[in-house]
């Protein structure tokens, strides 16, 4: 039976924010029984030719995918991408222009954190990535080991968290441009943990926000998610099925940067069965069609 597949749609390697090179991300994955997994790694795609490589080897599917953060207030959007062509041009050149934002973002991170008395040099941080790519856990790491927090809640609480006072935003897209960018490189956007738009507490503009996304181009909505409830991904669910959404889940893996969340896990009883990986790519020979 093809339910019987499970998948899991959103994890992180050393290419962002995770701590596990995709082949050992795809190993584990095989490990917990897993099916099929997207790599969504934090603006890039960097990862996904080893991780597609070690697929083949330990019987794993992975389809390639990006997490894409867009402009949203009160709370953070992120864009999930799956389904895309690596080497799509455009795709690849807007990624680029993300990631050299993302390294002027780093020293200023560093003088705000000099500023309230913590010694830590880039160097250091960049030590931590084991990657592409310098993120706010790298910069945890350093900050737990140095004894300036006990862990890495403090960390971000105290002084990377948006709001924080070393906290500098990075280069964001508008939704419509990361549609837009997903969809021309060959693939579907959906809306990664919903409950960290900050909108629960006003369902109405919660509703109004979803439907707005799908008319811009969104095709999914990460119902399942380790950062939400039961009773908030039945909600989530709700409002996928109203609008025509397909349901993704995904356990946001990033390793040891995050050990509450582990692979395969999207909260309690939570499932993402293969059925929803055909659907999608129905969806997508549908559209090639076109």
């Not at 790599?39 to 019987?59: K, N, P």
């Not at 021309?184 to 509703?207: M, N, Q, V, Y």
């Not at 659907?279 to 069609?289: D, G, P, V, W």
Request: glycine share 8%; hydrophobic share 35%.
């Amino acid at each position: 039976m093809t339910s019987e597949k499970r998948c899991d749609l959103h994890m992180h390697t050393i290419h962002s924010d995770g701590t596990l090179t995709p082949t050992e991300l795809v190993k584990l994955a095989k490990e917990r029984g897993l099916a099929c997994i997207a790599l969504t790694d934090h603006d890039t795609t960097s990862g996904v030719a080893e991780a597609q490589e070690a697929g083949r080897r330990f019987g794993v599917e992975v389809i390639s995918g990006v997490e894409i953060s867009v402009i949203f207030e009160p709370g953070t959007m992120h864009i999930l991408g799956y389904f895309l062509d690596p080497s799509s041009k455009k795709l690849k050149a807007e990624l680029e222009t993300i990631q050299a934002a993302r390294r002027a973002r780093n020293p200023m991170i560093i003088e705000k954190l000099r500023a309230l008395g913590i010694e830590i040099t880039l160097e250091e941080v960049e030590r931590q990535s084991g990657g592409d790519q310098v993120g706010r856990p790298h910069f945890a790491r350093v900050l737990v080991q140095k004894k300036y927090v006990k862990d890495f809640g403090e960390a971000f609480d105290k002084y990377l968290a948006k709001g924080a006072p070393a906290y500098v935003d990075k280069r964001k897209l508008s939704s419509r441009k990361a549609f837009e960018m997903i969809e021309e490189a060959g693939g579907i956007a959906s809306l990664a943990h919903p409950k960290l738009l900050a909108l629960d507490s006003d369902w109405r503009r919660f509703e109004e926000t979803v439907g707005r996304l799908k008319s811009e181009g969104m095709k999914g909505l990460e119902v399942y998610s380790s950062c939400q409830s039961k009773e908030e991904a039945a909600r989530y669910r709700k409002t996928a099925e109203r609008l025509g959404l397909f349901t993704t889940g995904g356990s946001d893996f990033h390793g040891a940067n995050r050990p509450q969340a582990p692979l395969g896990w999207m909260g309690d009883g939570a499932r993402i069965p293969y059925e929803t990986i055909d659907q999608m790519k129905k969806f997508l020979l549908e559209r090639q069609a076109k």
